[in-house]
């Protein structure tokens, strides 16, 4: 006889009792491990995907709309491989379906060496493609098939400039040569996210001649992960070239710098003005609409500002300074061309008419005039078409009529001899201004100078001047670190291992309690036992470790099978997850993968619970007097401690001061008043549970033994006996209630689809249609001229106000990415015209205002950027609150800090955060145009609306969605994590019924001497069912109805709320899905019960 | 009173139970009761059913505690004991029989009897528990039964398994509640001569409560509870009759 052996023999003799404990802990353990496997599996398949993204690459050099020399990457490494990489439109060769936002990549061989898995892949030919898996399956395309591609010419001038041709992209039509997989890099992105992007691969050097940016790239990979090394062999092997510069040599012993950007951007503008080992000559041209001298003028002409740029040019005669010697400010010289053609002298007014991009982004024409200085001759440097910088439309135009440079352009004004000028001398100017003039006038964000000129002898000199005193890195030549985010960026915005473990949670405790219930069953059985053990002088711990030594090795056996069933519970819900409850997880594909350790926490997690609830049991049995288990024979009453009637008025007040607190929150609660109402509601109708629950204790504790309610009928007594163990009762009763009501008043939150999407404080924030384009929209969708420009029907468009927005393309922040986003998308948005309109109700902003969206304008300390997200995806996505910041880096490679000065209630701005529009043009001057749209149209003619800026903007991949759809496509997340809630929640109420049939059957088990009594007397089976029957029947109602009349508590406001769209259809769903659960098992129960008592338990010992 | 050396004492011991439906107050059982043990002395305790009788017994065996008055065992008052000290006390010093024999119905003969054993070490058989169990059971007749289970055997050996289990650990103080009980008469007497044996054979003082004449006859003392309160009475037959 040892320890272990009666631990072993009294496991071996209460089997049967045991078996429905390790039932109750096999499904806790089940749910437990299938939750966590759940987490397991989302965060593999995301960080599979992550990996399958990123390859084998480490940093990358992102040059966006800067191109750089191809060579440059063989010359920091041989590994490290160039690309181009731009956004694009497919459309299948018939056109009938079209994708839009998808990635372009120009590479070569370097390129797949980098794959995550296979490493031999090879570009395609020229004019072929291979698109990945994702971006075949949404096209329906197979190899051999035609696709046409519509891509972004990277542009020398910055889109938002005034001369910027309007539309740059190119058709390319190819044929598929390849669908590539994940594992040969087919998934490649530098970007975070859960879902799969459509991706196709050309030839790198065919897509350099296609977009007419022979050996240039903007795109380098490297799989090193020291950045350092990198940035100092950049740093070592980088030209001007790379900073896309030209030096040149001039007939006349000069020498001239240009850019292919037209523009020096800022850094460079800034080394040239503070170089001094040379005279540099500024030359600022510009295109002007005309220039007028009373009633006389010449139609779009070049004008050239000129002037010394640095110190040592204002010390040293020139060329330059010899034409402008006598410029100052306000004064102008025409060439004798012009001055013909104005009919102008010296001293007379001319005024430029001229386009700029004003304060507002908006293309507006202004004028300035100046005094005529003099009149030069067309010779030497006032007869160079060489101060014509290459403008796109312009340069490469044979004649006048085919100008197409980005403004408008009335061609009925250009006359024959303007033709003639255009044929005769190209784009010499025909006016010059002072360097200070020009750029007074025409000075913007993208620049203030188009050429440099300087005495030839030293090119030489400034060439290293500008490589020593340019920073690469200034001008987005800089590697950064993309493995690390894009890896951050695998794991889940969201711990679904706890999520599925909250949604689970009561079917979690239901099957602990059941399990408690029963070790409490197994317990009162075995009262007589624990006293005997006592008056041996067993003390009170080894009788606890005794039988927690039962209840471990039960519940190991138990969790150790659930923990298996668990594997396949996570097959279910990712089952589920892929076809019900799709819209959960927004399609991504998740694979099933469980991790020892996971398993083995769910296994160890369930044990625990077991034992802990085992002990709180037995805390209970080991606290009554060992002569009083002694006499218990099988039949303790663990609950009869204090089991008494107690004191009635004290629950009578309980129950009325819960019940009158929540008629208080519904009197008061504005159901319509946002998410605080749904709380409070909720909390409602828990104060009226707790109410209902209360009262059936009442009712229980009142109706037991010696209280002659229901009279002397076979009812009436089976109504009596249900409360012969009123704990048990009780206990069973809130089970059922809590899961009824925790299964309908969670079903109440289910967000409804959009109603008034017109209204400024909803989701919607009054638009009506929210779009976006694949290629940046430089035409103002506000302005007669833009819309004309797209072809876009003006009467149709009257009514409508577009709010433009700038994108950082960036990590999508909304519900429908699983994935924690790094580096959420940043729209930059004149917060003006939403500040206007009111749009979109904050639920909470930094510092109190009126007017939250003016904080975004306002400046923070160290000088963080102020921004606006939605309030879900803040929470949720980014995990952030108001006041906290995020790290972005700008164009030029400094890092800068994006603070949360506000965040708007549940709405359609999910997925980025928003800031002000002029900050974002300082952070990243380059990234021109517009692509995210709010739109204000009436409603009934938005789908119009939407199918014309769709048609118009066709080839910039503009797809406009209505904002309740949008808003409805969100809803549908949560939408589905309810129904998940719910249908975990109902299989909890069905073992909440199971546990219902247990107390029936243990019940009857205690009382079968009285059973079998009243078979003895007479009563026929049925008879003795039906007694049975009643007495249950009535836990089950009073469960049902405590937890139904709760749950009304919480969803009648709501329904009844004007608008909404919830009925009590759902409800009496439910409930009845409770009822029929409940009398099926008490059916069961009771049929079971009556066949187990034999009449020989009457002659018993 | 015995000239032995007294082993037990209790002095006007109070026990009153509250009534379960909380609505007739308190129900005294035990009003006062003064007793002396003599070591080797056998007591037994008549009285009406309910009279508390078997309340007494337990309050002499810690299995409750008494409202007022105190039990002294060897001059030592058991309330003064922590729970540790009381279960060692009824482990070691303190056999019980009860009137249903309160057998492990899933161990054997031999393996109840020696169930007091692991109170002391998860290992009973050590220390030669097993080999006095089966000496034991061999006493009382029980030699050939000692693998079978509560189940296979009869009330009267399931009693005298019960009886070899609450000597097991060589007590001083045996309690009986009603030990024949529940036994026909035949094993009620076998199993009173087999109590009387065992005392006198141990020197062992014995404190039996029992409606049987004829068992009461067999014990050196006999008190009569009645009205909460001991009163000597003299049985026919008794040694001292």
């Known amino acids: 006889m040892s320890f272990l052996g009666l631990v072993l023999k009294g496991l071996g003799h209460y089997r049967r009792t045991h078996l429905g404990l390790v039932a109750a802990v096999m499904i806790a353990s089940a749910t437990l491990v299938g939750a966590l496997v759940v987490g397991d599996s989302v965060g593999y398949s995301l960080m599979r995907g992550a990996l399958e993204r990123v390859g084998k690459v480490h940093s990358a050099v992102i040059g966006g709309d800067r191109l750089f020399r191809s060579e440059l990457a063989a010359q920091i490494d041989e590994s490290v491989a160039p690309a181009i990489m731009i956004n694009g439109v497919a459309s299948s060769s018939d056109g009938a379906r079209r994708l839009l936002d998808v990635q372009v990549l120009g590479v070569d061989q370097r390129f797949y060496r980098m794959a995550p898995g296979v490493l031999d892949g090879i570009p395609p030919a020229g004019g072929e493609v291979q698109v990945n898996t994702e971006m075949a399956r949404r096209l329906e395309l197979e190899v051999g098939d035609q696709l046409v591609l519509r891509v972004e010419r990277p542009s020398a001038l910055p889109r938002d400039m005034a001369l910027s041709p309007g539309d740059v992209s190119v058709a390319l039509r190819l044929r598929i040569a390849e669908v590539l997989p994940a594992e040969a890099f087919g998934d490649f992105n530098l970007r975070g996210g859960s879902s799969a992007h459509a991706n196709a691969f050309v030839d790198l050097p065919w897509l350099q001649g296609q977009l007419e940016v022979g050996g240039r790239a903007n795109l380098l990979l490297s799989a090193s992960a020291d950045v350092e090394a990198l940035d100092g062999a950049l740093a070592e092997h980088w030209t001007l070239a790379d900073a896309q510069l030209e030096l040149k040599a001039l007939d006349d012993g000069q020498s001239e710098l240009s850019t292919d950007r037209i523009f020096f951007d800022e850094p460079i503008l800034s080394v040239l003005e503070s170089y001094s080992g040379l005279a540099l000559e500024g030359i600022f041209t510009y295109f002007v609409n005309g220039l007028r001298v009373s009633d006389r003028s010449t139609p779009y002409s070049m004008v050239c500002a000129l002037g010394p740029l640095n110190q040592a040019a204002r010390q040293q005669p020139s060329a330059v300074s010899e034409l402008t010697a006598e410029l100052d400010e306000a004064g102008l010289l025409l060439n004798s061309w012009a001055a013909d053609d104005l009919d102008a002298s010296a001293g007379e007014e001319v005024t430029l008419d001229y386009y700029v991009i004003d304060a507002s982004r908006r293309l507006v024409e202004r004028s300035e005039s100046f005094e005529v200085a003099g009149i030069v001759a067309m010779e030497g440097i006032a007869d160079d078409p060489g101060l014509m910088p290459d403008f796109p439309g312009l340069a490469d135009s044979e004649n006048c009529r085919d100008w197409e440079p980005g403004t408008p352009v009335d061609l009925d004004r250009i006359r024959d001899k303007d033709e003639q000028y255009w044929d005769d001398h190209g784009g010499t100017p025909k006016a010059f201004v002072s360097l200070d003039a020009g750029r007074e006038l025409w000075a913007s964000r993208f620049g203030a100078l188009t050429a440099v000129r300087f005495a030839s002898q030293g090119e030489e000199a400034l060439r290293d001047g500008l490589r020593e005193g340019l920073d690469p890195a200034r001008l987005g030549l800089f590697f950064r670190d993309v493995r690390s985010p894009a890896l951050a960026g695998g794991s889940a915005a969201t711990d679904f291992g706890g999520l599925f473990l909250g949604l689970s949670f009561f079917l979690i405790a239901a099957a602990l309690l059941l399990s408690a219930q029963l070790f409490l069953f197994s317990v009162e059985q075995r009262g007589d036992e624990i006293g005997l053990f006592q008056a041996l002088g067993f003390s009170g711990v080894f009788v606890r470790r005794l039988l927690l030594a039962e209840v471990l090795l039960l519940a190991s056996v138990g969790a150790a099978i659930g923990a298996l069933l668990g594997l396949g519970y996570t097959r279910l819900v990712l089952w589920g997850l892929a076809t019900v409850w799709r819209d959960a997880i927004a399609s991504v594909q998740l694979e099933f993968h469980a991790q020892p350790m996971t398993v083995v926490t769910g296994f160890l997690l369930a044990v625990s619970a077991s034992l802990a609830s085992a002990c709180l049991a037995l805390r209970k049995a080991l606290g009554i007097p060992a002569s009083q288990l002694l006499r218990s024979a099988g039949g303790l009453e663990l609950e009869g401690a204090g089991a008494g009637p107690g004191q009635p008025r004290r629950w009578w007040v309980l129950a009325a001061l819960g019940l009158s607190s929540a008629l208080g929150i519904v009197l008061v609660v504005d159901p319509s008043s946002g998410p605080s109402a749904g709380g409070a509601l909720f909390a409602a109708g828990a104060l009226t549970l707790m109410s209902a629950l209360v009262l059936c204790r009442i009712l229980l504790r009142h109706s037991g033994p010696g209280r002659e309610r229901g009279g002397h009928t076979l009812i009436g007594l089976g109504f009596r006996n249900s409360s012969r163990r009123p704990g048990r009762s009780l206990a069973t009763v809130a089970l059922m209630g809590i899961g009824t009501f925790l299964v309908i008043a969670v079903g109440a939150n289910r967000l409804g689809p959009t109603l008034d999407p017109e209204e400024r404080s909803s989701g919607t924030g009054g638009f009506t249609l929210f779009a976006r384009s694949s290629l940046s929209v430089v035409h103002d969708l506000n302005d007669p001229l833009g819309r004309e420009s797209l072809g876009l029907d003006a009467a149709l468009m009257e009514e409508v106000a577009v709010v433009p927005m700038r994108v950082l393309p960036g990590d999508d922040a909304s519900c429908l990415n699983l994935a924690r986003p790094q580096a959420p998308a940043l729209y930059g948005v004149d917060s003006g015209e939403l500040s206007r309109r009111q749009a979109f109700q904050f639920v909470e902003t930094l510092t109190p205002t009126d007017d939250p969206w003016a904080l975004l304008g306002e400046p923070l300390e160290g000088g963080a950027v102020p921004a606006i997200g939605d309030v879900t995806s803040l929470t949720w996505q980014m995990h952030l609150g108001v006041g906290e910041s995020l790290s972005y880096i700008d164009e030029r490679g400094q890092g800068f800090e994006v603070r949360i000065v506000g965040a708007v209630a549940d709405s359609i701005l999910q997925g980025a955060l928003l800031i002000e529009e002029q900050r974002f043009e300082e952070l990243f001057p380059t990234l021109g145009g517009h692509r995210v749209f709010l739109i204000d149209a009436p409603i009934e003619s938005a789908p119009e609306i939407s199918a014309q800026l769709s048609r118009g903007l066709r080839d910039l991949g503009l797809a406009a969605e209505t904002t309740g759809e949008r808003l409805d496509a969100f809803h549908a997340v949560q939408n589905s994590y309810l129904t998940i809630f719910q249908a975990l929640g109902g299989l909890g109420l069905l073992l909440g019924s199971v546990g219902l049939g247990m107390v029936l059957l243990r019940n009857t088990f205690e009382r079968r001497r009285e059973l079998a009594l009243a078979t003895a007397l007479g009563f026929t089976s049925a008879r003795v069912r039906l007694w049975i029957f009643c007495e249950y029947g009535l836990l089950l109602v009073l469960g049902l109805g405590a937890g139904a009349s709760a749950a009304l508590v919480a969803i009648l406001p709501v329904i009844r709320a004007p608008g909404s769209e919830l009925d009590l259809t759902r409800f009496w769903f439910l409930c009845l899905a409770v009822a029929v659960s409940g009398t099926a098992w008490l059916l069961l129960a009771t049929r079971v019960a009556v066949q187990r008592v034999p009449l020989a338990v009457l002659s018993e010992d | ?241």
Do not use: Y
Not at chain 2, 65 to 77: A, I, K, Q, S
Not at chain 2, 128 to 154: F, I, K, M, Q, T
Not at chain 2, 176 to 193: C, K, M, V
Not at chain 2, 200 to 206: G, P, S, T, W, Y
């Open chain 2, 1 to 241: 009173m015995s000239a032995a050396p007294e082993l037990l004492r209790l002095e006007g011991v109070v026990k009153s139970f509250s009534s379960t439906t909380g609505e007739r107050g308190e129900l005294p059982v035990l009003e006062g009761i003064d007793l002396a043990v003599a070591r080797n002395e056998t007591v037994a305790i008549v009285g009406p059913s309910g009279s508390g009788k078997s309340t007494m017994l337990n309050i002499i065996g810690s299995l409750e505690l008494p409202d007022r008055g105190r039990v002294l065992f060897e001059e030592r008052e058991l309330s003064s004991l922590n729970e540790q000290e009381l279960a060692e006390f009824r482990n070691r010093r303190v056999g019980f029989v009860f009137q249903h024999h309160h057998l492990l119905a899933h161990c054997s003969a031999l393996e109840n009897v020696l169930l007091p054993t692991l109170a002391q070490s998860d290992r009973g058989r050590s220390s030669g528990h097993e080999e006095r169990a089966r000496d034991l059971l061999e006493r009382v007749g029980l030699g050939g039964r000692l693998a079978h289970r509560p189940s296979e055997l009869s009330g009267g050996e399931r009693q005298r398994v019960a009886v070899v289990r609450a000597l097991i650990n060589e007590p001083d103080l045996l309690l009986a509640d009603e030990p024949t009980g529940s036994l026909d008469r035949a094993a009620a007497a076998e199993l009173g001569e087999l109590l009387a044996q065992i005392t006198d054979e141990r020197a062992l003082a014995m404190v039996v409560v029992t409606h049987s004449m004829a068992l009461a006859a067999s014990m050196q003392r006999r008190l009569e509870l009645l009205d909460g309160r001991l009163e000597s009475v003299e049985v026919p037959g008794s040694p001292g009759a």
